[in-house]
């Protein structure tokens, strides 16, 4: 209701995964990424629509705008309540912890 989601964005239970956004890894692990080929990854969100424009699922594109729309209520719900600026999702990159 507070995101509006339409109905038909999430008719069903059994959605393919149209993508996967990698927020953080351990550099260790990096090679794990290279398995998943079946779906992008978003590694950047500001290059996020190209990644999905190609998928074969059409509600790439409806899942992102949602994803998208959800972080930043989040972030701009955080900010009021901490009084912190947060950086948005949308210009910030993948946290890489070392072992």
């Known amino acids: 209701m507070l995101l509006e ?3 038909t964005v999430c008719s ?6 149209p993508y996967l956004r990698l927020l953080g890894m351990r550099r260790s ?4 990424l290279r398995r998943i080929t ?4 978003i590694t950047k969100p500001a290059n996020a629509w190209a990644q999905v424009a190609s ?7 409806d ?3 949602i994803d998208f729309l959800a972080a930043d209520l989040y972030r701009q719900v955080l900010s ?7 950086p948005d999702e949308y210009h910030s990159g993948v946290i890489i912890m070392e072992d």
């Open 12 to 17: 069903g239970t059994m959605q393919p995964v």
């Open 55 to 61: 998928s074969p699922y059409s509600c790439a594109t």
């Open 38 to 41: 079946e779906v992008p990854i």
């Open 80 to 86: 009021h309540k901490t009084g912190c600026l947060i």
């Open 29 to 32: 692990k990096s090679s794990y």
């Open 63 to 65: 899942y992102l705008k």
């Open 5 to 7: 989601i339409p109905s």
